[in-house]
């Protein structure tokens, strides 16, 4: 991701996939984490995946969202979103 920054604000001016869950255990817990979620006959896959949220997609990524989380991160009274949003479905043609 590419981050420009003031003293009090930022912004992302781009990037691409979705950032690491919340204490997700650092780099290997998120190498662990992305080979549970890609195989739904992992003996974990139920527990991981309700912890996440119930949906992750590691190729997620959108600005203005990604955005609105760096602002929220910088102020001590907004609520963080936790977990990735899910997709809206596509409706049928």
């Known amino acids: ?9 930022g912004n992302y001016v781009a990037g691409e996939r979705a950032r690491p869950p919340e204490d997700v255990g650092g780099v290997s817990g998120y190498e662990r984490f992305l080979e549970i979620i890609a195989d ?3 003996p974990e896959y139920a527990e991981i995946s309700r912890w996440c ?6 190729e997620w990524f959108h600005l ?9 991160a910088l102020r001590s009274n907004v609520k963080r979103r936790l977990y990735q949003p899910k997709p809206k479905a ?3 043609k």
């Open 1 to 9: 991701m590419t981050l420009a920054a003031t003293p009090k604000h």
């Open 40 to 42: 739904r006959e992992d």
């Open 90 to 92: 596509v409706p049928k």
């Open 53 to 58: 949220g119930g949906y992750f997609n590691p």
């Open 64 to 72: 203005s969202i990604a955005d609105k989380d760096l602002r929220n």
